[in-house]
């Protein structure tokens, strides 16, 4: 049974900085599929970063430039770098990751950017 858990999340003030971290447990075969989602409430979770097997990046417009999911697969933890933090950034994170028996989620931990 692979497990996420999460941490690093927080209130921080608006150009701030949080680290995400993500970590799994269980076996994983073949991941196809690494990423953070985040929601906010009322809005429908929306893909923020993602990182694809051949070790390239992907992000949302709205993060490009201030966030930077990264890798330790020798702990096999995911991380999301986000810096100059904005309020509109404020919601639920959820790391995910997919591999060839199913997709897993994160508990999810809460962002708050806020002055």
């Known amino acids: 049974q692979v497990q996420l858990v999460e941490s690093g999340g927080g209130l921080v003030q608006p150009g701030g900085s949080l680290r995400l971290s993500c970590a799994a447990s269980?076996?994983?075969?073949?991941?196809?599929?690494m990423g953070w989602f985040r929601q906010a409430p009322g809005n429908e979770r929306e893909l923020v970063a993602e990182l694809t097997t051949d070790g390239n990046t992907n992000y949302v417009g709205s993060v490009k430039g201030r966030f930077t999911i990264s890798r330790d697969s020798i702990t096999n933890t995911m991380f999301l770098q986000m810096n100059n933090l904005k309020p509109e950034d404020t919601a639920v994170y959820y790391c995910n990751i997919r591999d060839l028996r199913g997709i897993y989620w994160g508990q999810g931990t809460q962002v708050t950017v806020s002055s």
């Open positions: 269980g076996r994983i075969v073949s991941i196809n599929f």
